[in-house]
């Protein structure tokens, strides 16, 4: 939607707003192509039907009907690779992070998310997509290839929507159902609920970690 303001609903098929830079095998590491190849993936979604069913063209549904249907994968590669800052940075602010972290934590989630629905083990493992804990976890988090780094960086992507979420709550009654697991394979220092709390927009120290955002 940010991007839809200055490009159009149809901003993602325009190749030039992509970086173009290859890896080591000369590849590009965004493959644009293979991006609107998965847009044209879920056209059996009621409301993707209905689009085709309207229209002949433009030959992508809107940016908002691709954003019910892309993976979080694809979302967050596509916004690590944006060209312009411009394009990214509106986005960052409406999390409270700055570019850098988003682009990590998105990242880091997009692997929480995939260990969580292939039902993998997560309470012991080591994360090589790790949230950057510069800026905004740095207070809370040491080691940030650790489940407790990962549920840092979600809880306060979670608060920036609702301030109200009540998965901090769901998270202890959880690990007290739990109580077995030791807290520390999982990276969760013993006072991790305080901590964790220092990262809502309400706490005490809130307007510490805004003051830092505005140095950055």
Not at 80 to 100: R, T
Request: net charge positive; proline share 6%; hydrophobic share 40%.
């Amino acid at each position: 939607d940010t991007l839809a303001a200055p490009y159009g609903p149809h901003w993602f098929t325009r190749a030039e707003l992509f970086s173009a830079k290859l890896n080591e095998d000369g590849q590009p590491i965004f493959d644009h192509a293979a991006f609107l190849a998965a847009a044209k993936e879920h056209q059996s979604a009621p409301f993707i039907r209905k689009y085709y069913a309207s229209y002949t063209e433009p030959e992508y549904p809107p940016c908002w009907m691709l954003a019910e249907t892309l993976t979080l994968g694809a979302w967050s590669r596509a916004y690590g690779m944006l060209v312009q800052n411009s394009g990214k940075k509106p986005v960052a602010d409406a999390f409270h992070v700055s570019v850098k972290e988003l682009t990590s934590w998105m990242q880091a989630l997009t692997d929480l998310r995939n260990k969580c629905a292939h039902h993998s083990r997560v309470w012991d493992s080591r994360y090589t997509s790790a949230p950057a804990k510069k800026g905004n976890l740095r207070m809370v988090v040491t080691d940030n290839q650790t489940l407790y780094a990962q549920v840092a960086a979600l809880l306060y992507c979670l608060w920036a929507i609702d301030a109200q979420t009540r998965w901090l709550d769901r998270l202890e009654s959880l690990m007290e159902a739990h109580a077995a697991v030791p807290l520390a394979s999982m990276g969760f220092p013993p006072d991790w609920k305080d901590k964790l709390l220092t990262l809502k927009p309400s706490a005490t120290g809130a307007g510490a970690l805004a003051e830092s955002r505005g140095r950055r």
